[in-house]
């Protein structure tokens, strides 16, 4: 019973954050959009990974359902295909958490034993940009893919999607994950000072 209140708990967080983000990141850095939907610079998917890191499944399953809830929002204004609005909110849960999975062996949130960023320290630099690569290549592709089999536009992905979409995400998820160990880094170091 802990174990499922505890992800719950996780989804609940990860939505939440999610949800509140994501309209914060739109207002904010608008000068990174290529086009509407697609950054040259994208965060959030840097706070996907991170959650991801964090609560595991649970993380990817929260966010996924904070980017359907905000899909009916309609935060872009992008003229959605609503055909795509299911694959569109998990592809990015699924390219997360594959990519973590595939990448680092233990992290925080794979059994749901989040612990205030411990285990963090234990995830390295060259960890980190192989799971932003995967996750980009992951997320990217599946969007493009999804898009070609709904729409069949297979001339439009490559250039305007896939190369924008990865780069954007690539770059998201590596500020945002070094910001995070650099924090964890400096949180370490403040207890080890005090121990001295």
């Given at each position: 019973?802990?174990?499922?209140?505890?992800?719950?708990?996780?989804?609940?967080?990860?939505?939440?954050?999610?949800?509140?983000?994501?309209?914060l990141y739109a207002?904010?850095?608008?000068?990174?959009?290529?086009?509407?939907?697609?950054?040259?610079?994208?965060?959030?998917?840097?706070?996907?990974?991170?959650?991801?890191?964090?609560?595991?499944?649970?993380?990817?399953?929260?966010?996924?359902?904070?980017?359907?809830?905000?899909?009916f929002?309609?935060?872009?204004?992008?003229?959605?295909?609503?055909?795509?609005?299911?694959?569109?909110?998990?592809?990015?849960?699924?390219?997360?958490?594959?990519?973590?999975?595939?990448?680092?062996?233990?992290?925080p949130g794979?059994?749901?034993?989040?612990?205030?960023?411990?285990?963090?320290?234990?995830?390295?630099?060259?960890?980190?940009?192989?799971?932003?690569?995967?996750?980009?290549?992951l997320?990217?592709?599946?969007?493009?893919?999804?898009?070609?089999?709904?729409?069949?536009?297979?001339?439009?992905?490559?250039?305007?999607?896939?190369?924008?979409m990865?780069?954007?995400?690539?770059?998201?998820?590596?500020?945002?994950?070094?910001?995070?160990?650099?924090?964890?880094?400096?949180?370490?170091?403040?207890?080890l000072?005090?121990?001295?």
């Amino acid at each position: 019973m802990f174990r499922a209140s505890r992800f719950l708990l996780y989804v609940t967080i990860s939505a939440v954050v999610w949800c509140a983000f994501v309209p914060l990141y739109a207002e904010l850095f608008t000068w990174t959009e290529h086009i509407s939907g697609i950054n040259w610079i994208y965060l959030p998917h840097g706070l996907r990974m991170i959650l991801v890191l964090l609560f595991g499944v649970a993380g990817a399953v929260g966010f996924s359902i904070g980017a359907h809830i905000l899909r009916f929002t309609e935060l872009d204004g992008i003229d959605f295909n609503s055909a795509l609005h299911v694959p569109f909110a998990f592809i990015p849960g699924l390219a997360a958490y594959f990519a973590v999975a595939l990448i680092v062996k233990n992290w925080p949130g794979k059994s749901l034993s989040f612990q205030s960023g411990a285990g963090m320290s234990g995830i390295d630099g060259r960890q980190l940009l192989l799971v932003a690569f995967a996750s980009g290549l992951l997320n990217s592709g599946g969007h493009c893919l999804v898009r070609y089999l709904i729409e069949g536009d297979a001339e439009s992905l490559l250039i305007n999607n896939f190369v924008s979409m990865f780069v954007g995400d690539v770059l998201g998820a590596v500020l945002l994950l070094y910001a995070l160990k650099g924090i964890f880094w400096l949180i370490e170091r403040r207890k080890l000072d005090r121990e001295r």
